[in-house]
């Protein structure tokens, strides 16, 4: 059990930044998950913390003491792999037995421990077997075991989802959760699924080409998203872009995105009287976008008119991919609704919950105006 | 058609005729042709280029047209029999080829090793008892029993010990180009090489040694030696140069082999806790056993039969003799065909077992 801290770390392929002044303070017993799509330095920052490359400059901490030249056998973590990395000539007992044979383990206490966490995975009936004789999700679990009889101080977990099938994939995350949550240890999870980030952490930080860009509990990060990385990155299907531009009309601010123009709530107007006659994006998500129908009682709601392109029926609910004047966007509708390809229709939106980015603040990633 | 019998039956009737006639004809022809081709070129006084331009044809063509001709024969008779023997038409050459130059020798030999040197009269296991307790046999089965342990483990663990450094150096290809050099050069051209090495000139007024060896000697303050005339030494100084022909073998599949295991099972055992050491040992070796079985045995079987290096170094003399040695030497120097072939099925015994292991080796491999 320990905190773990990224001290303005920076890693550094030849000219190729992996990890752009990285700061992150992990707390004990926290469940932390780097999100990321590929490529933004998620897998770097783990391998970094686990030894596994060094840093280029700035520091990595595990509780108080700086392990920036640590060797990895030392630093007291386990680690998932995506491959699971099971020692093909060992068994699954002898897997897991492993690292704490390397410790001088005594034989009794390796024993126990294995068997307790082979009862906890439930994988007890194949402690015999090799690794090629198990299943994706098998070995899955005996990689996790291998990690949870080491009784480290801080677990990694390297994308171990992506190579499970869907169905295997949510029971499986079930699963980790319950782990963290019995166990009482430090998690480092790494994936590219926003998904499995939104359901196992206690906070999630957001990465895109190597800087972080927004570090929160999940609820913050889908609420309020510091920019339009995080914005479009967290949430299915994704939130819906305006490019639109923020105009005075009397004493109302209103939203105008050329197709359609909807009035900002008075207690927000002080908020954005700044972006006046600018160039802003306009953001609003899928289940934020009603049939005037079925509005809940407690939403401000504006309607907008839209034509309907297709809709996708979920069961639950309706996807209805629209179009409106030069924008496309989707709205997550109640499944009573009767919309059809083609239909020009009115929609409501949640006036409540939009959201403003400001593209001149950050060409790149601009920051969401609160 | 149909309404009238009688021409059914008459096309029956010369369908079948045409088709025994075809049946014949056309291997005839293909027989011909192919015997005609060797006739011209056994007898031919043309022109050389026209000889192999006409070689070539023949070669590959009869080859073709043998097999097409054999294959549509087959395919004449009943389904149940075209199953049973179109596998036969394809394999049967190299079987036969097989027999022809592996199996009847063998047998052959096996006969002879039971007659005397004239291979005429039956000796019964008169050979075998000169080959298993011959004094000079005694030493060979000694010798190759060094090169076996001392050539096999030297080749091999040095190979795995380059490949796996040279894993992890910048200058990988370099190292490695270097130490495959030799893998070029047969064992006959090594012998030579080495031969400058080890030279002796012996002791005297105006003699100036030559060989490198002798140079370092001589120039660290040390007398010469006549390295390949002291036994046992002399055994150890010409397995030297087999590990040095088959060291880069045994570097370049092992290498392989070691780039083949996915790093994050190296990045997991650093993880659980291994140093580099525990590395190579726990998880490298016997991730590529299979290799490494593989590639003993090669070198294994390879010591079994050396004979080309103590022939060109030492003729098998000082002590260095090994069995293939002498096998020429009974076979070719004295004229003994009946103990050179008893010495040939020694050897071929001794290397069957490890063959066999070999074999399943693969075999489990691919099970793998």
């Known amino acids: 059990m320990a905190s773990v801290t990224y001290d303005h770390v920076w890693k550094r392929f030849g000219d190729f930044t992996a990890l752009n002044e990285l700061n992150i303070a992990i707390e004990d017993k926290e469940f932390l998950v780097l999100v990321g799509p590929s490529g933004c330095g998620k897998t ?44 093909p000539h060992m068994t699954v007992y002898d897997n897991m037995a492993f690292g704490l044979k390397l410790r001088k383990t005594p034989k009794e206490e390796i024993k126990r421990r294995v068997e307790e966490a082979a009862e906890i995975l439930g994988i007890e009936a194949l402690l015999k077997r090799k690794p090629r004789e198990l299943s994706g999700g098998q070995r899955q679990r005996v990689a996790v075991g291998r990690a949870i009889v080491r009784e480290p101080k801080v677990f990694l977990f390297d994308e171990p989802l992506s190579n499970l099938d869907a169905k295997l994939r949510v029971q499986t995350r079930a699963q980790i959760s319950k782990l963290h949550q019995n166990l009482q240890t430090t998690f480092i999870y790494v994936t590219h699924d926003q998904t499995e980030a939104m359901t196992m952490a206690t906070r999630i930080a957001v990465m895109n080409k190597g800087l972080l860009q927004q570090l929160d509990t ?92 297709f809709t996708e029926l979920m069961g639950n609910e309706i996807y ?33 919950n939009f959201h403003i980015f400001d593209p001149s603040a950050d060409r790149e990633n601009p920051p969401a105006v609160r | ?143 190759n029993l060094l090169w076996m342990i001392f050539g096999t483990f030297f080749s091999v663990s040095l190979g795995l010990i380059i490949a796996v450094m040279a894993d992890r150096s910048r200058f990988e290809n370099v190292y490695k180009t270097i130490i495959f050099m030799p893998m070029a050069i047969s064992f006959v051209g090594a012998g030579v090489i080495w031969k400058f090495i080890y030279t002796y000139r012996g002791e005297g007024a ?115 003799n090994v069995i293939a040695n002498e096998f020429y030497l009974q076979r070719f120097t004295y004229g003994n065909a009946g103990r050179a072939s008893a010495i040939a099925i020694i050897l071929l015994i001794a290397v069957v077992p490890v063959m066999i292991y070999n074999l399943r080796q693969f075999r489990e491999r691919k099970a793998f």
């Not at chain 1, 991919?321 to 509708?333: K, M």
Request: hydrophobic share 50%; glycine share 8%.
């Open chain 2, 206 to 320: 105006g003699i100036a040694e030559i060989g490198l060896l002798n140079a370092i000697v001589i120039a660290l303050g040390g007398t010469s030696q006549p390295w390949l005339q002291q036994p046992p030494w002399n055994n150890f100084f010409l397995i030297v140069i087999m590990v040095w022909l088959q060291t880069g073998y045994t570097m370049v599949i092992l290498s392989s082999a070691i780039k083949g295991i996915p790093a994050e099972l190296l990045e997991a055992a650093r993880v659980d806790g291994s140093n580099e050491l525990r590395i190579f040992f726990n998880i490298i070796i016997p991730t590529i056993k299979g290799t490494l079985i593989t590639v003993s045995t090669t070198i294994l079987i390879f010591s079994l039969k050396l004979f080309d290096i103590v022939r060109v170094m030492t003729g098998g003399n000082y002590g260095t």
């Open chain 1, 218 to 309: 999940p609820q913050m990060l889908y609420d309020y998203p510091a920019n339009l990385f995080v914005a479009g990155f967290i949430g299915s299907p994704a939130m819906n872009f305006f490019s639109a531009k923020l105009r005075k009309d009397g004493n109302n601010l209103m939203v105008d995105t050329g197709a359609f123009a909807v009035k900002v709530p008075e207690v927000k107007v002080s908020t954005y009287m700044h972006l006046v006659d600018k160039e802003v994006i306009f953001g609003i998500r899928p289940e934020d976008v009603h049939n005037p129908l079925f509005v809940p009682s407690d939403v401000s709601a504006a309607e907008i008119p839209a034509k309907v392109d």
């Open chain 1, 44 to 87: 770097t920052a783990l391998r970094c913390l686990a030894g596994l490359e060094e840093v280029s400059d700035g520091k990595v901490m595990i509780g108080n003491t700086v392990v920036n030249d640590v060797p990895p056998k030392d630093r007291d973590i386990a680690m998932v792999f995506q491959s699971y990395a099971l020692y």
């Open chain 2, 1 to 143: 058609m149909q309404n009238n019998p009688f021409k059914g039956i008459i096309s029956l009737f010369t369908s079948a005729i045409g088709r025994i006639f075809v049946s014949i004809i056309v291997p005839l022809i293909t027989f011909l042709v192919l015997w005609q081709g060797f006739i011209f070129l056994r007898d031919t006084e043309a022109n050389q280029f026209l000889v192999v331009l006409v070689a070539i044809v023949w070669g590959v063509g009869g080859v073709m047209l043998l097999y097409y001709v054999t294959n549509w024969l087959i395919e004449k008779l009943p389904k149940e029999w075209v199953n049973r023997l179109q596998p036969f038409i394809f394999v049967g050459p190299a079987l036969a080829i097989l027999a022809w130059f592996l199996a009847i020798p063998t047998f052959r030999t096996l006969i002879l090793s039971f007659q005397d040197q004239t291979s005429r009269v039956f000796v019964g296991f008169d050979n075998y008892i000169f080959a298993l307790t011959d004094r000079i046999m005694l030493e060979a089965f000694r010798n």
């Open chain 1, 320 to 352: 209805i991919y629209l179009i409106a004047g030069e924008h496309n966007f989707v709205g997550r509708v109640d499944p009573r609704t009767r919309f059809h390809m083609g239909d020009e229709v009115k929609l409501a939106i949640n006036m409540d």
